[in-house]
């Protein structure tokens, strides 16, 4: 407050009443309120007969241009004052009828603040998304002259300050009320605002496993993303040319040889890369000689329901309601329902096993119950190996001869390895590789026409609730360092070959439209089992989305005279291309095998569009037969075909392949 104190004035009321005297006068000028105001303030007159004051104003001392009539009272806000300028005041008194002043008090005199009202405000910048560093800068205006601003800062998460401009580190990104709260002598001001503090995001950090790592040639690769942190896209590189975007992808390597596999997981943050070594090695050579292997099941078809045996037997099987996933524990695996999943593949002289046995595979149980649970059976009982068992959930294996009983039950969604032998002397199971119990056993395994079965059976339903993959049965009884060295080993892919057809792009082109099928007759040059028909398809003539192949037996009229006959097995394929296009097949009932030098025909159809093929009719070797019908939606159980579509000396450009 700025206070002038005027001394004694002697204000006298002078020729028109004597008795109206003035005593002690004293005239001051108090603190500013606002711009162009003023508080003014006096001490009262003692003298009788004063009924008021007025107040004489102007900006020359002693020179009043204006005044104003305040009352009996003893202080007065001035306003409408020129901000920046200097007022001179002085007082008069007066009587009741305001006949008689007296004369004019000390003079006191101010200047006009130009504003008196104190404001706050901020501002708040981030230097940079990397940090949640943020810089506040304050601003005040309207402080009174002679005082020092305190500064009180909130930053919203129960952190303060007392500096002018301070400098916040937030523990996270979010928003926060920052308050700012200023005081000046007497005055305060306070401002709010909610600030957004950002963090860009981290980069991720790009991670992940491979099963096997080390392969040989044809066997999938599982890899497993592990990556962490926020994931928008994936980046595979195998090393050999191929790339995926897939989260989980799986590989087959077609040349032996070591190879940096990559990963780049990219996020908002940016980018990460991971890489690791796959190893391949040639294909070993799997046969039954001096090894005992009478079937082997790695599960790595791409397609069909055929499963096949990779021991060199030929013993392959036909799945039923069970699913091929990926990954398994080498490569592929099936995964059973617990219902009605199963595997069953044809008895055979070399699964008639008799004297000593091992049944492998890997398991991973979806659940654990007190019941009996096929991960192989072999006719009834005549030899098995299972997952659980109603004795307190162990693994049992066993057959005709008797059974041998784990020590505890299988870990849930945990790969095991299981294993169970018989030398006709002791039995023995073995968990991961390593013996868990034995028994004294003697007498041979009986035999039966009973089917081998994986994951369940047609005579107890006994059907596993899981994954099964590398299955192998041997017809003596394994070592515990070979059941080890199993354990660690993919069964691997087997290598499909060209059993029969033409593998060449015959010259001449021609079509069939839908509903009509062609079937060419051909010769196997070797014996195996079919997986799938390769034709080309002529890309000026083809409009068709889809086709259907199948394979049929020769059939012989009583002209002698060769026709298509029972279908064995077909597939069909909805994606198409120009060229060569490959249909993994499946047979109609069990597993089926073609013979050197016996003839079969391949056939195909569409039903929407037409097909175009390729063929010679000059100096083929083979038959060519279209359908009796022309309305076929698909292709029939037993062929019938057309007269006038008869051709002889003819080649197709279609071909069988299988193992």
Same mark, same amino acid.
Do not use: C
């Given at each position: 407050?700025?206070?002038?104190?005027?001394?004694?004035?002697?204000?006298?009321?002078?020729?028109?009443?004597?008795?109206?005297?003035?005593?002690?006068?004293?005239?001051?000028?108090?603190?500013?309120?606002?711009?162009?105001?003023?508080?003014?303030?006096?001490?009262?007159?003692?003298?009788?007969?004063?009924?008021?004051?007025?107040?004489?104003?102007?900006?020359?001392?002693?020179?009043?241009?204006?005044?104003?009539?305040?009352?009996?009272?003893?202080?007065?806000?001035?306003?409408?004052?020129?901000?920046?300028?200097?007022?001179?005041?002085?007082?008069?008194?007066?009587?009741?009828?305001?006949?008689?002043?007296?004369?004019?008090?000390?003079?006191?005199?101010?200047?006009? /603040? =130009?504003?008196? &009202?104190? !404001?706050?405000?901020? +501002? $708040?910048?981030? @230097?940079?998304? #990397?940090? %949640?560093?943020? *810089?506040?800068?304050?601003?005040?205006?309207?402080?009174?002259?002679?005082?020092?601003?305190?500064?009180?800062?909130?930053?919203?998460?129960?952190?303060?300050?007392?500096?002018?401009?301070?400098?916040?580190?937030?523990?996270?990104?979010?928003?926060?009320?920052?308050?700012?709260?200023?005081?000046?002598?007497?005055?305060?001001?306070?401002?709010?605002?909610?600030?957004?503090?950002?963090?860009?995001?981290?980069?991720?950090?790009?991670?992940?496993?491979?099963?096997?790592?080390?392969?040989?040639?044809?066997?999938?690769?599982?890899?497993?993303?592990?990556?962490?942190?926020?994931?928008?896209?994936?980046?595979?590189?195998?090393?050999?040319?191929?790339?995926?975007?897939?989260?989980?992808?799986?590989?087959?390597? /077609? =040349?032996?040889? &070591?190879? !940096?596999?990559?990963? +780049? $997981?990219?996020? @908002?943050?940016? #980018?990460? %890369?991971?890489? *690791?070594?796959?190893?391949?090695?040639?294909?070993?050579?799997?046969?039954?000689?001096?090894?005992?292997?009478?079937?082997?099941?790695?599960?790595?078809?791409?397609?069909?329901?055929?499963?096949?045996?990779?021991?060199?037997?030929?013993?392959?099987?036909?799945?039923?309601?069970?699913?091929?996933?990926?990954?398994?524990?080498?490569?592929?695996?099936?995964?059973?329902?617990?219902?009605?999943?199963?595997?069953?593949?044809?008895?055979?002289?070399?699964?008639?096993?008799?004297?000593?046995?091992?049944?492998?595979?890997?398991?991973?149980?979806?659940?654990?119950?007190?019941?009996?649970?096929?991960?192989?059976?072999?006719?009834?009982?005549?030899?098995?190996?299972?997952?659980?068992?109603?004795?307190?959930?162990?693994?049992?294996?066993?057959?005709?001869?008797?059974?041998?009983?784990?020590?505890?039950?299988?870990?849930?969604? %945990?790969?095991?390895?299981?294993?169970?032998?018989?030398?006709?002397?002791?039995?023995?199971?073995?968990?991961?590789?390593?013996?868990?119990?034995?028994?004294?056993?003697?007498?041979?395994?009986?035999?039966?026409?009973?089917?081998?079965?994986?994951?369940?059976?047609?005579?107890?339903?006994?059907?596993?609730?899981?994954?099964?993959?590398?299955?192998?049965?041997?017809?003596?009884?394994?070592?515990?360092?070979?059941?080890?060295?199993?354990?660690?080993?993919?069964?691997?892919?087997?290598?499909?070959?060209?059993?029969?057809?033409?593998?060449?792009?015959?010259?001449?082109?021609?079509?069939?439209?839908?509903?009509?099928?062609?079937?060419?007759?051909?010769?196997?040059?070797?014996?195996?089992?079919?997986?799938?028909?390769?034709?080309?398809?002529?890309?000026?003539?083809?409009?068709?989305?889809?086709?259907?192949?199948?394979?049929?037996?020769?059939?012989?009229?009583?002209?002698?005279?060769?026709?298509?006959?029972?279908?064995?097995?077909?597939?069909?394929?909805?994606?198409?291309?120009?060229?060569?296009?490959?249909?993994?097949?499946?047979?109609?009932?069990?597993?089926?095998?073609?013979?050197?030098?016996?003839?079969?025909?391949?056939?195909?159809?569409?039903?929407?569009?037409?097909?175009?093929?390729?063929?010679?009719?000059?100096?083929?070797?083979?038959?060519?037969?279209?359908?009796?019908?022309?309305?076929?939606?698909?292709?029939?159980?037993?062929?019938?075909?057309?007269?006038?579509?008869?051709?002889?000396?003819?080649?197709?450009?279609?071909?069988?392949?299988?193992?």
């Amino acid at each position: 407050m700025n206070t002038v104190f005027l001394d004694k004035p002697n204000p006298h009321f002078r020729g028109l009443n004597q008795s109206i005297l003035l005593g002690l006068f004293l005239f001051l000028v108090s603190s500013y309120v606002f711009a162009g105001a003023l508080n003014l303030a006096w001490d009262p007159s003692t003298s009788t007969g004063v009924a008021g004051y007025k107040l004489y104003y102007g900006q020359a001392s002693k020179n009043y241009t204006s005044s104003v009539d305040v009352g009996n009272t003893t202080s007065y806000q001035m306003t409408g004052l020129t901000a920046g300028s200097t007022y001179f005041f002085a007082l008069k008194a007066y009587n009741a009828a305001k006949s008689i002043e007296s004369s004019f008090s000390n003079e006191a005199s101010a200047t006009i /603040s =130009a504003t008196t &009202t104190l !404001t706050a405000d901020f +501002t $708040a910048s981030q @230097s940079s998304t #990397s940090s %949640t560093i943020e *810089s506040f800068t304050s601003t005040v205006t309207g402080i009174p002259s002679g005082t020092v601003p305190s500064y009180a800062w909130n930053f919203g998460d129960n952190t303060t300050s007392t500096a002018s401009n301070p400098t916040k580190t937030y523990a996270a990104a979010g928003t926060y009320t920052v308050n700012l709260n200023v005081t000046a002598g007497t005055t305060s001001a306070a401002k709010s605002k909610a600030i957004t503090v950002t963090l860009a995001a981290a980069p991720p950090v790009a991670n992940f496993s491979a099963s096997p790592t080390s392969t040989t040639v044809g066997v999938s690769v599982s890899f497993a993303d592990t990556s962490t942190g926020s994931i928008t896209s994936r980046s595979w590189n195998f090393g050999d040319g191929t790339t995926s975007s897939l989260q989980n992808p799986t590989h087959a390597y /077609s =040349a032996v040889g &070591t190879y !940096t596999v990559s990963l +780049t $997981a990219t996020g @908002s943050g940016g #980018s990460n %890369t991971k890489t *690791s070594a796959i190893t391949v090695s040639a294909t070993p050579s799997v046969t039954n000689t001096n090894t005992g292997l009478v079937a082997a099941y790695g599960f790595e078809e791409a397609s069909g329901t055929t499963v096949v045996d990779a021991s060199g037997n030929g013993n392959n099987g036909v799945m039923t309601n069970a699913v091929r996933v990926a990954p398994g524990k080498f490569g592929n695996a099936l995964q059973f329902n617990g219902t009605n999943a199963l595997v069953k593949i044809n008895d055979s002289a070399s699964l008639k096993l008799t004297t000593g046995m091992t049944l492998e595979a890997w398991v991973m149980p979806s659940a654990i119950n007190n019941l009996w649970k096929d991960v192989i059976e072999k006719g009834d009982d005549n030899y098995f190996l299972m997952a659980t068992s109603n004795r307190s959930s162990v693994p049992v294996g066993g057959g005709t001869f008797g059974e041998i009983n784990g020590t505890s039950a299988l870990p849930v969604n %945990t790969w095991t390895h299981l294993a169970v032998t018989y030398d006709g002397v002791t039995q023995r199971l073995f968990v991961n590789g390593a013996q868990v119990s034995s028994i004294a056993r003697t007498g041979n395994i009986a035999t039966s026409t009973g089917p081998l079965q994986i994951g369940g059976d047609s005579i107890y339903g006994q059907y596993f609730n899981g994954y099964i993959d590398e299955v192998r049965v041997y017809n003596r009884a394994l070592a515990q360092t070979e059941i080890a060295a199993d354990k660690d080993r993919a069964i691997g892919a087997v290598t499909s070959k060209v059993l029969m057809g033409d593998t060449k792009v015959e010259s001449f082109a021609n079509y069939k439209t839908q509903g009509v099928a062609l079937a060419h007759q051909v010769v196997p040059t070797i014996s195996g089992s079919p997986t799938q028909v390769s034709v080309y398809l002529d890309s000026s003539l083809t409009t068709a989305t889809s086709i259907k192949v199948g394979v049929y037996t020769d059939r012989v009229d009583s002209s002698n005279i060769h026709h298509a006959g029972t279908l064995l097995a077909q597939g069909t394929l909805g994606t198409l291309k120009a060229g060569w296009n490959s249909v993994p097949i499946s047979p109609l009932s069990t597993p089926f095998t073609v013979t050197a030098g016996k003839p079969y025909w391949l056939a195909i159809l569409t039903t929407a569009g037409q097909f175009g093929y390729r063929y010679n009719s000059v100096s083929g070797t083979g038959l060519l037969e279209k359908s009796s019908s022309n309305r076929l939606t698909n292709l029939p159980t037993t062929w019938t075909g057309s007269t006038s579509g008869y051709i002889t000396n003819a080649t197709m450009s279609i071909y069988g392949m299988g193992n």
